[in-house]
């Protein structure tokens, strides 16, 4: 059974850091791309960045870029998500999430971790 | 930026047929996903590659695709099938954009 589950949400206050994991399981972690999508409160879904197998290729929505880092660890089938310079917007539900492709379907989400980014 | 638009809301009495559109300029070159979300949950695949049903979800969920509009269908609604719908798809140069979701009540 896939499992996907995300963990180091909580409060942070604005210009801080925090760092996802997402422990993953059931199946083999190093075949696919993965990403991270978010939900702000009561909003919609919206993609945040994405990986290639290797690590070789990272994508970011232009809002995060050069404040978020996504990374893996294929060793731990693990993926992260370093998150620096953090803004009220960024407040929201993270979930990880295995990619069929780079732009194409998520087939497995985990249960999501919050971030709250307030003084 | 690019953008996929969907209606905020669409209404239908159960056993009724609920139709839920996406459109966007990039639909005729990129396949169009769609998700069901329920309160609290995480969001589930329910077609993908326009049209395409993944094991386990109903027959009653099927997807179509015309021109610049994608439609998620959903025949003969149950009150389980209340919940927010988004699509997904990618712009011209790859990069994944979610529509603004649908929610869907059963009245």
């Known amino acids: 059974e896939v499992q996907l589950v995300e963990s180091g949400g909580g409060l942070v206050q604005p210009g801080g850091s925090l760092r996802l994991s997402c422990a993953a399981s059931?199946?083999?972690?190093?075949?696919?791309?993965m990403s991270w999508v978010r939900q702000a409160p009561g909003k919609g879904l919206e993609w945040v960045a994405n990986i290639k197998q290797d690590g070789s290729e990272k994508y970011y929505v232009d809002s995060v870029k050069g404040r978020f880092t996504i990374s893996r660890d294929n060793a731990k089938n693990s993926l992260y998500l370093q998150m620096n310079s953090l803004r009220a917007e960024d407040t929201a539900v993270y979930y990880c999430?295995?990619?069929?492709?780079?732009?194409?379907?998520?087939?497995?989400w985990g249960q999501g971790t919050l971030v709250t980014v307030s003084s | 930026s690019y953008e996929l638009t969907q209606p905020p809301s669409v209404s239908v009495s159960p056993g009724q047929t609920a139709r839920i559109t996406c459109s966007g300029d990039?639909?005729?070159?990129?396949?169009a996903y769609w998700y069901q979300q329920k309160p609290g949950q995480a969001p589930v695949l329910v077609i993908y590659k326009d049209s395409e049903r993944p094991s386990g979800i109903p027959e009653r969920f099927s997807g179509s695709s015309s021109g610049t509009t994608v439609t998620l269908t959903i025949s003969g609604v149950q009150a389980e099938d209340e919940a927010d719908y988004y699509c997904?798809?990618?712009?011209?140069?790859?990069?994944?954009?979610f529509g603004g979701g649908t929610k869907l009540t059963v009245l």
């Open positions: 997904q798809s990618a712009d011209s140069s790859g990069t994944v954009v």
């Open positions: 990039a639909l005729p070159k990129q396949y």
């Open positions: 059931g199946f083999t972690f190093s075949s696919y791309w």
């Open positions: 999430a295995r990619a069929s492709s780079p732009e194409g379907y998520f087939d497995y």
